[in-house]
């Protein structure tokens, strides 16, 4: 039975009729030529009697030819026809690269690894029809060579948040296996529950992994259950069941790295073992997203922890073969190690600095338990805080800055920013989408992704073994949504990751992707349909703004309006720049096959001033994650809208004091700033922004300051413009100071703690 589960997800496809070969990931080298190689039963898969490695990968295709035809082909026995699997030596394809040569009266797959066989075997499968058929199998004769880009070429599933169930593993592990991924990233633990069962502390999954049923509920408002309710919700994967997944994954080349979070993060283990915290006050695991007085750490002043967790790798090292053990290490709120005696004894006695340091300490411990069983960690860059551990390979997340600093450590790297490969944010348009955790990471931009950064050497970049994507299930509760979410994104960075660079191209991407589809259709999988929101964007040539908008639609076409009018079919046609002589509101839709895909158009306010495209310089630097499009985002004549990610800089925790020189001396009557409110995402408005005007650039004179007008407790997204208007005045120079808001509110879930600032655009008149 578990060969049935293999194929479900497969993405074979080739419209018979056009002998298009739409192979994804693009190969390095294809070469179709004439004909066509016709799978029946007078067809066998032949291999040397000798390479019993490959008696698996002949089983392997036996089976998933006969998912989708009914034929049992058999295995080295004389037939006419022949499917020949060869171990080769050549340096050219590396360990998983392979040889693919289909003419009209053989098969032949060649490489140095069962793993580049098992790869020459998806990509024929890929010519193959979707689902169970009756129509003849046929190949089209080609030349295949191929090989991948990357070592380390991932997908992640959070199982912690919400439970998903062995054979929605193993679906999942046949979908990263069709597109040639090598690495499943496991998260098998988190503060809202404990999925892999430990024998000798059972109290893990009996109480770690079940928390109150509040599915009903949007994840950040979910109250924190009481003692005493009932625990109906979660579950977890026995030790038998992770043997067979690992099993699996191994028949498809793919390694399973489990993660087991420390030392934040872990309020299910603390659930079931209270003596692991600072406070060991009992507690239930985490329902959903409120920390309000839970504890989330383990006791770093503890030794007991560190023999509870020595325990726990022990046991999971003896379940996976994989080189690496994920410990985590990210977010680890370490105010109550400020406040614990055994913490601030521990700092004392291994003459430590400071917390950050603690967790250095903490690491490093774990690290050599885990050097001891010949195994390496690796942990998101969070581990990096307080001096990185010897051997630790770092998963760079917040952005690429932890990936860059630890390659020119000469440490291993895996990228996986969270903008663009956090397959948890929004697709498409978010008023068309299921709801996300936010963000906004479109198929194009997962597909316009590059790994390796420009700031490393190529030296440096050799410490780059690869990148994933993470799927975190906050708002992810079912396998159909585990499906929308993954696909297609996970297609266009299979070809980031495997495909040369030089061979990366959206356009025939797109075209190539078209036919997968239709297998996902015919399979009933549950995918994105595209993202027709269109990009509004501005650009500056000679001087002049204009506005550029796209879609990344395929076939598709942009109509606009400039008057505030809906845009229709009978709007102006999108062709080229349009030019930006006023302040205006450009709003626009995609067309696809004379159908107005669009939910809602998009709409972007562009404001024409005398400091667009000027410099603009900042006392304290912007945040690294909201960038915005570039250091200039505040004077490139476009307004942030309520999408966080779109056009805002942002900066925490100090305040945003930014200057803009005009150039030359000129008449201004009016300064404004606009600043976003978004409670829930900590952002808020400032206090006041003041506005100054210079002729020297050294000697400001305060023009006025403007306090916020919105209240602290306002729940929606708004944005409000600071504006000061004051008779015409020669300058050269302005200054605007926004005060961030040092704490949080009362009642905020981080109350006490200091807000973002959010700004753009400032306008100068």
């Given at each position: 039975?578990?060969?049935?589960?293999?194929?479900?997800?497969?993405?074979?496809?080739?419209?018979?009729?056009?002998?298009?070969?739409?192979?994804?990931?693009?190969?390095?080298?294809?070469?179709?030529?004439?004909?066509?190689?016709?799978?029946?039963?007078?067809?066998?898969?032949?291999?040397?009697?000798?390479?019993?490695?490959?008696?698996?990968?002949?089983?392997?295709?036996?089976?998933?030819?006969?998912?989708?035809?009914?034929?049992?082909?058999?295995?080295?026995?004389?037939?006419?026809?022949?499917?020949?699997?060869?171990?080769?030596?050549?340096?050219?394809?590396?360990?998983?690269?392979?040889?693919?040569?289909?003419?009209?009266?053989?098969?032949?797959?060649?490489?140095?690894?069962?793993?580049?066989?098992?790869?020459?075997?998806?990509?024929?499968?890929?010519?193959?029809?979707?689902?169970?058929?009756?129509?003849?199998?046929?190949?089209?004769?080609?030349?295949?060579?191929?090989?991948?880009?990357?070592?380390?070429?991932?997908?992640?599933?959070?199982?912690?948040?919400?439970?998903?169930?062995?054979?929605?593993?193993?679906?999942?592990?046949?979908?990263?296996?069709?597109?040639?991924?090598?690495?499943?990233?496991?998260?098998?633990?988190?503060?809202?529950?404990?999925?892999?069962?430990?024998?000798?502390?059972?109290?893990?999954?009996?109480?770690?992994?079940?928390?109150?049923?509040?599915?009903?509920?949007?994840?950040?408002?979910?109250?924190?259950?009481?003692?005493?309710e009932a625990l109906t919700y979660g579950g977890y994967y026995t030790q038998a069941q992770i043997k067979e997944?690992?099993?699996?994954?191994?028949?498809?080349?793919?390694?399973?790295?489990?993660?087991?979070?420390?030392?934040?993060?872990?309020?299910?283990?603390?659930?079931?073992?209270?003596?692991?915290?600072?406070?060991?006050?009992?507690?239930?695991?985490?329902?959903?997203?409120?920390?309000?007085?839970?504890?989330?750490?383990?006791?770093?002043?503890?030794?007991?922890?560190?023999?509870?967790?020595?325990?726990?790798?022990?046991?999971?090292?003896?379940?996976?073969?994989?080189?690496?053990?994920?410990?985590?290490?990210?977010?680890?709120?370490?105010?109550?190690?400020?406040?614990?005696?055994?913490?601030?004894?521990?700092?004392?006695?291994?003459?430590?600095?400071?917390?950050?340091?603690?967790?250095?300490?903490?690491?490093?411990?774990?690290?050599?338990?885990?050097?001891?069983?010949?195994?390496?960690?690796?942990?998101?860059?969070?581990?990096?805080?307080?001096?990185?551990?010897?051997?630790?390979?770092?998963?760079?997340?917040?952005?690429?800055?932890?990936?860059?600093?630890?390659?020119?450590?000469?440490?291993?790297?895996?990228?996986?920013?969270?903008?663009?490969?956090?397959?948890?944010?929004?697709?498409?348009?978010?008023?068309?989408?299921?709801?996300?955790?936010?963000?906004?990471?479109?198929?194009?931009?997962?597909?316009?992704?590059?790994?390796?950064?420009?700031?490393?050497?190529?030296?440096?970049?050799?410490?780059?073994?690869?990148?994933?994507?993470?799927?975190?299930?906050?708002?992810?509760?079912?396998?159909?949504?585990?499906?929308?979410?993954?696909?297609?994104?996970?297609?266009?960075?299979?070809?980031?990751?495997?495909?040369?660079?030089?061979?990366?191209?959206?356009?025939?991407?797109?075209?190539?992707?078209?036919?997968?589809?239709?297998?996902?259709?015919?399979?009933?999988?549950?995918?994105?349909?595209?993202?027709?929101?269109?990009?509004?964007?501005?650009?500056?040539?000679?001087?002049?703004?204009?506005?550029?908008?796209?879609?990344?639609?395929?076939?598709?076409?942009?109509?606009?309006?400039?008057?505030?009018?809906?845009?229709?079919?009978?709007?102006?046609?999108?062709?080229?720049?349009?030019?930006?002589?006023?302040?205006?509101?450009?709003?626009?839709?995609?067309?696809?096959?004379?159908?107005?895909?669009?939910?809602?158009?998009?709409?972007?306010?562009?404001?024409?001033?005398?400091?667009?495209?000027?410099?603009?310089?900042?006392?304290?630097?912007?945040?690294?994650?909201?960038?915005?499009?570039?250091?200039?985002?505040?004077?490139?004549?476009?307004?942030?809208?309520?999408?966080?990610?779109?056009?805002?800089?942002?900066?925490?925790?100090?305040?945003?004091?930014?200057?803009?020189?005009?150039?030359?001396?000129?008449?201004?009557?009016?300064?404004?700033?606009?600043?976003?409110?978004?409670?829930?995402?900590?952002?808020?408005?400032?206090?006041?922004?003041?506005?100054?005007?210079?002729?020297?650039?050294?000697?400001?004179?305060?023009?006025?300051?403007?306090?916020?007008?919105?209240?602290?407790?306002?729940?929606?997204?708004?944005?409000?413009?600071?504006?000061?208007?004051?008779?015409?005045?020669?300058?050269?120079?302005?200054?605007?100071?926004?005060?961030?808001?040092?704490?949080?509110?009362?009642?905020?879930?981080?109350?006490?703690?200091?807000?973002?600032?959010?700004?753009?655009?400032?306008?100068?008149?």
């Amino acid at each position: 039975m578990k060969y049935l589960l293999i194929f479900f997800f497969f993405p074979t496809y080739l419209l018979a009729q056009s002998k298009q070969i739409s192979i994804i990931p693009v190969p390095v080298s294809l070469q179709q030529n004439a004909g066509e190689f016709i799978i029946n039963e007078q067809t066998q898969i032949e291999f040397s009697a000798q390479s019993k490695q490959l008696q698996s990968a002949a089983s392997f295709l036996r089976n998933a030819i006969q998912d989708i035809s009914g034929l049992n082909l058999p295995i080295n026995k004389y037939a006419k026809q022949k499917i020949v699997l060869a171990l080769i030596k050549d340096a050219v394809i590396g360990e998983e690269g392979y040889h693919l040569a289909v003419s009209i009266n053989a098969i032949q797959i060649k490489a140095n690894t069962p793993a580049g066989i098992i790869y020459g075997m998806q990509t024929l499968l890929q010519t193959l029809p979707a689902v169970r058929t009756n129509a003849k199998l046929t190949v089209p004769c080609m030349k295949v060579t191929d090989y991948p880009r990357f070592k380390w070429r991932g997908m992640h599933l959070d199982v912690s948040r919400h439970f998903f169930g062995p054979n929605v593993i193993k679906q999942y592990l046949d979908l990263l296996a069709a597109y040639k991924f090598n690495t499943f990233h496991w998260h098998l633990v988190d503060d809202q529950g404990w999925r892999i069962e430990i024998k000798k502390y059972p109290t893990l999954t009996n109480t770690g992994a079940w928390r109150v049923d509040q599915t009903n509920l949007v994840w950040g408002s979910r109250p924190q259950a009481k003692v005493g309710e009932a625990l109906t919700y979660g579950g977890y994967y026995t030790q038998a069941q992770i043997k067979e997944i690992i099993t699996y994954a191994s028949e498809r080349n793919i390694t399973v790295v489990p993660e087991i979070e420390m030392p934040g993060h872990v309020a299910s283990a603390i659930a079931s073992y209270p003596f692991l915290s600072c406070t060991q006050q009992p507690q239930l695991p985490l329902t959903g997203g409120n920390y309000t007085n839970m504890a989330s750490n383990y006791c770093a002043g503890n030794d007991s922890v560190f023999h509870f967790l020595e325990d726990v790798l022990t046991e999971v090292i003896q379940l996976f073969p994989s080189k690496y053990i994920h410990i985590g290490g990210d977010e680890v709120d370490k105010t109550s190690w400020k406040q614990c005696s055994k913490c601030q004894q521990r700092i004392r006695k291994e003459n430590l600095k400071d917390v950050d340091e603690l967790q250095s300490y903490f690491i490093k411990r774990i690290e050599k338990f885990v050097t001891s069983k010949k195994r390496k960690i690796i942990g998101w860059d969070e581990i990096l805080e307080g001096g990185l551990a010897p051997d630790a390979t770092v998963m760079s997340w917040r952005g690429e800055a932890g990936g860059i600093a630890a390659a020119t450590m000469k440490h291993d790297v895996v990228m996986t920013p969270g903008n663009p490969v956090y397959f948890d944010h929004y697709q498409g348009d978010p008023a068309s989408e299921p709801i996300a955790i936010g963000g906004f990471n479109t198929l194009k931009k997962v597909y316009d992704y590059e790994p390796l950064p420009k700031e490393l050497t190529e030296t440096e970049a050799s410490y780059v073994l690869g990148a994933q994507a993470n799927l975190w299930t906050e708002y992810v509760t079912t396998p159909k949504q585990v499906e929308y979410m993954v696909l297609p994104r996970m297609l266009a960075l299979s070809e980031v990751l495997w495909s040369p660079s030089k061979l990366k191209d959206w356009t025939g991407f797109n075209e190539r992707l078209q036919q997968h589809f239709k297998g996902f259709d015919q399979k009933g999988l549950n995918y994105s349909k595209g993202n027709f929101k269109v990009e509004i964007k501005p650009i500056l040539k000679e001087g002049e703004l204009y506005a550029t908008l796209s879609t990344e639609a395929y076939k598709g076409q942009i109509y606009y309006t400039t008057n505030g009018d809906q845009p229709s079919l009978k709007s102006q046609l999108y062709e080229g720049l349009i030019k930006i002589n006023s302040s205006v509101t450009i709003k626009a839709v995609t067309e696809v096959n004379g159908v107005v895909k669009s939910v809602i158009p998009a709409e972007q306010q562009f404001a024409l001033h005398k400091a667009i495209g000027k410099k603009v310089n900042y006392t304290h630097p912007i945040s690294r994650y909201y960038m915005a499009d570039g250091p200039n985002s505040l004077t490139d004549g476009i307004k942030g809208t309520t999408a966080i990610n779109k056009f805002w800089h942002g900066i925490a925790a100090k305040d945003l004091i930014a200057i803009v020189d005009l150039e030359e001396e000129k008449n201004i009557q009016l300064l404004s700033l606009g600043c976003l409110q978004n409670y829930n995402d900590w952002i808020m408005m400032p206090e006041w922004v003041k506005f100054e005007v210079s002729l020297d650039g050294t000697n400001y004179t305060e023009i006025k300051t403007v306090t916020n007008p919105i209240s602290q407790q306002e729940k929606k997204a708004v944005i409000n413009n600071f504006t000061a208007s004051f008779p015409s005045m020669k300058v050269r120079f302005v200054r605007v100071t926004a005060k961030v808001l040092y704490q949080l509110p009362k009642g905020h879930s981080g109350e006490g703690k200091p807000a973002w600032i959010f700004a753009d655009e400032f306008i100068v008149e």
